[in-house]
């Protein structure tokens, strides 16, 4: 059977991918920071084999077959460093796995943000310029064009669009608000979003490492229709049985508050989730994508749907004890 290293192992996806793999048999090798922080991976933990490092100081990797790249910085305290993670971490990763005899493809979960916004509801498409709004976008979209320079080991690019489901902690304050009634909305007009639900990625993610036609592509990946954030919430305020209150946030007032959380960042060294750099991805009015073309290049089908998605997330919150009656 295939083996595998994975980045981003413990994390929110990268979970999910690791037991996934176990489950079809693979043969799992997960880079680590922290040895202490393998709470997703409890479950499969004594099937995985840990290496100890980061993307930074990349150890000597395995002979593996696919090398999964999830690890990443989502939110930072300064710019640079998205570039020193986000970019520096696929250079150093890449090199490394080209000294691996047995590689034989590289697989690098980008993002939307990559990509930039799109300029319609519904969605850009591989074809359309890069624009990234973003110090994070930008940063990914490096790494991207790096990758792009380089033909030693085939990789292929992903760029899922907002992802969600067991586990997440970032969409889920969208279910917790909406579990309470409320939907605190930046600005008067909706925003669109491409969402994916993260068994759905997983099995894309799969899929773009065995399929011999994604080699040196770029993919956008996410459910073919486009929701509002507003439509997303009034899905979970239904499951709570509430009739969902929307509050529009003036855009000054989001953007005073994205200030004051990167100053608090610099004073704590901590990052938060609503900064400055994320501001600038809530101004945009539509994230959306067509992913068509992952669709037609590789054949591959949805398990599940935005329709089935939602209520099997909010069921795990409910039984995690996240969501509280």
């Known amino acids: ?17 690791a037991e996934k793999l176990i489950e079809k048999g693979w043969t799992v090798f997960c880079l680590v920071r922290d040895p202490d ?29 696919y090398i999964f790249h999830l690890a990443g910085m989502v939110r930072a305290v300064k710019d640079k460093d998205y570039y020193s993670v986000n970019t520096g971490g696929v250079k150093n990763l890449y090199r490394k796995a080209c000294r691996v005899d047995s590689a034989k493809r590289f697989i690098f979960l980008s993002s939307l943000a990559a990509a930039g916004p799109s300029s319609r509801p519904e969605g850009r498409d591989e074809e359309e310029g890069n624009a990234p709004v973003s110090e994070y976008g ?8 790096f990758l792009k ?27 917790r608000m909406a579990a309470r009634g409320w939907f605190f909305m930046p600005g ?57 209150k929307t509050v ?10 994205c200030r004051i959380n990167s100053f608090l960042s610099l004073c704590t060294g901590r990052p938060l989730l609503l900064n400055s750099d994320k501001e600038k991805e809530m101004r945009p009015l539509c994230w959306t994508a067509r992913p ?17 998605a939602v209520p099997a997330t909010w069921d795990w919150y409910r039984r995690a004890g996240w969501l509280k009656d």
């Open 188 to 244: 008067r007009e909706e925003r669109m979003a491409s969402f994916i639900y993260v068994a759905d990625l997983v099995n894309a993610i799969i899929l773009a490492a065995e399929h011999p036609s994604a080699v040196f592509r770029t993919y956008l990946l996410a459910y073919p229709e486009t929701v509002s954030w507003k439509s997303f919430a009034e899905r979970i305020a239904g499951l709570a049985g509430k009739r969902l």
């Open 37 to 65: 922080r393998l709470r997703w991976l409890e479950p499969v933990r004594d099937r995985i084999h840990f290496i100890e490092g980061d993307i930074n100081t990349v150890p000597d990797l395995p002979e593996v077959e």
């Open 138 to 145: 930008k940063s990914k979209l490096a790494a991207e064009e």
């Open 292 to 308: 068509e073309k992952f669709i037609i290049e590789t054949g591959f089908k949805y398990e599940f749907s935005a329709r089935r």
């Open 149 to 175: 320079n380089e033909k030693s080991l085939p990789w292929v690019i992903l760029r899922p669009g907002a992802v969600y489901g067991p586990r997440d902690r970032d969409v889920f304050k969208v279910f």
């Open 1 to 17: 059977m295939p083996k595998a290293l994975i980045t981003g192992g413990t994390g929110f996806i990268g979970s999910h991918l």
């Open 248 to 257: 529009p946030v003036p855009l000054p007032a989001v953007s005073l508050l």
